[in-house]
């Protein structure tokens, strides 16, 4: 906790940095020139709104000189009107240029500046070759920069600033308390565990399978090997083992047939005692080699058995200050012990289930329920983790990028293409207009001429010399038109 403690907090202060830089670098930027966009956009709307209205004068001015030159009663019509309309579609034509050359350079300007947007600023790389610019002054707040705004970035905050680790216990700690619900629904004492354990102490604390390194009868020698220091046989009370536990008795039968030894801690028999002493060596070196063995191991058994033997430990624990005493005992005294010590076991098994009680309350309820418990620091840590994804930072400035680069710029030169479009077709009119007003007031022009010269040489003269006054007055038209 200690780790992830240290960790957030420097993650903390360098997300305030970077929000700081992001606000007066990226945000108030745009919210600032909001005034300027609306400006702009209202001067557009002005423009755009008075070269339509300037069109459809042309259109009307146009349509007015047509009606002028087809239903003018006069011999030569006036060519004002066609001039008028020259001009209005001129003037349109000579707008439209200006304003499709600004929005075709717009264009120009933006497709490489989404260019450069997208290929070297907004890069890994990019966020590094001008942080200067971006003012990214910190190592952090460029891998910042890297995770949240670069197109390859992933967006996990955590592993930028080395929280996978710090806070991957959240997960280690889910699992051990599942471990701790499946630990809880068991029982902490088992009443019927703890009376077989006190009835195993009391009939078997001295239960011992003592094997010979001699060779015995190979008739009985599993009863013989298996034998304990009982006095007649048992049922094992272990399952996995053999079902019959072999005692003294039986001990005695095997060793050279039923009904000639006994042993002195045996319950059958009235034949030659077994003791720790007797026979004697004398008596057993006359006896077959494998009743030689069998004898002696007897004897060994005796002498565990017999009363003050100090064969065994029966060490005393003081309980309270754990400290060990060592102590011999024999077999009795060792066989009570282990029903004292078992005694003892389930003693403080009753003690530990009291202190498990306890501890259970405390690590279900107070640790992980409680207002400072762990439910509450891992939701904590759940959240930050779902938090300190930043990607959305990423998707809202490609929002703006698609916006201006794929939204906006398409749109500026498909009006560009329109302007120039509409002028290029004004051009094919004002051709037209050209050639209709030079018509007729070239007409009106020749005709007036051939009026004035007939009123100055009479109508007699006429077709005299008709020839040569057209002549003279196209001649004076030339020269008055330069």
Not at 67 to 93: D, E, L, N
Not at 329 to 348: I, K, R
């Amino acid at each position: 906790l200690t780790t992830a403690v240290s960790a957030v907090r420097n993650a903390e202060v360098s997300l305030l940095e970077f929000r700081r830089i992001l606000g007066r670098q990226f945000v108030q930027p745009f919210v600032g020139s909001q005034d300027d966009f609306a400006s702009l956009e209202d001067a557009r709307d002005v423009v755009f709104e008075g070269v339509g209205a300037w069109a459809m004068v042309c259109v009307i001015v146009g349509l007015f000189a047509l009606f002028v030159a087809k239903k003018s009663r006069r011999k030569y019509p006036a060519a004002q009107p066609s001039a008028c309309a020259w001009c209005c579609t001129f003037i349109f034509c000579i707008v439209a240029q200006l304003v499709g050359g600004a929005l075709l350079t717009s264009t120009i300007v933006m497709t490489e500046m989404c260019d450069f947007w997208e290929n070297d600023v907004t890069t890994q790389q990019g966020y590094i070759d001008y942080a200067a610019e971006f003012e990214l002054e910190t190592n952090w707040t460029r891998a910042i920069a890297q995770t949240c705004m670069a197109s390859t970035g992933t967006g996990r905050l955590t592993e930028t600033f080395g929280l996978v680790g710090a806070l991957g216990f959240q997960q280690e700690l889910d699992q051990h308390y599942e471990t701790f619900e499946v630990t809880l629904a068991s029982k902490v004492l088992d009443n019927a565990k703890n009376d077989r354990l006190r009835t195993l102490a009391q009939d078997w604390g001295g239960y011992f399978q003592l094997n010979a390194k001699l060779a015995l009868n190979p008739s009985g020698i599993d009863q013989l090997n298996m034998s304990t220091l009982f006095a007649h046989d048992r049922t094992s009370p272990v399952p996995s083992s053999s079902s019959t536990v072999f005692g003294l008795d039986t001990y005695a039968n095997l060793i050279a047939g039923p009904g000639k030894y006994q042993f002195l801690h045996g319950t059958s028999g009235d034949a030659v005692m077994i003791n720790s002493t007797h026979p004697t060596e004398d008596f057993i070196i006359t006896q077959p080699v494998l009743v030689q063995h069998a004898l002696r191991y007897a004897k060994q058994k005796e002498q565990l058995l017999e009363t003050g033997a100090a064969w065994f430990r029966c060490d005393a624990l003081d309980l309270e200050s754990g400290n060990v005493t060592e102590r011999q005992c024999d077999y009795e005294s060792f066989s009570a012990h282990v029903g004292t010590l078992a005694n003892q076991v389930l003693a403080e098994l009753e003690d530990l289930g009291a202190e498990a009680s306890a501890a259970q309350r405390l690590f279900q309820y107070d640790i992980r329920e409680g207002d400072l418990g762990l439910n509450n620091i891992l939701q904590q840590v759940r959240t930050l983790l779902s938090r300190f994804n930043c990607r959305f930072v990423w998707w809202r400035l490609k929002s703006i990028t698609e916006a201006m680069c794929r939204t906006v710029t398409p749109s500026l030169l498909e009006a560009a293409g329109a302007w120039i479009a509409m002028a290029c077709f004004s051009l094919i009119i004002i051709f037209i207009e050209y050639k209709v007003w030079r018509h007729l007031k070239d007409n009106r022009a020749v005709g007036l001429d051939i009026e004035r010269y007939e009123k100055k040489y009479g109508e007699g003269k006429r077709h005299k010399s008709l020839d040569d006054a057209y002549a003279e007055v196209v001649q004076a038209h030339v020269e008055r038109m330069g």
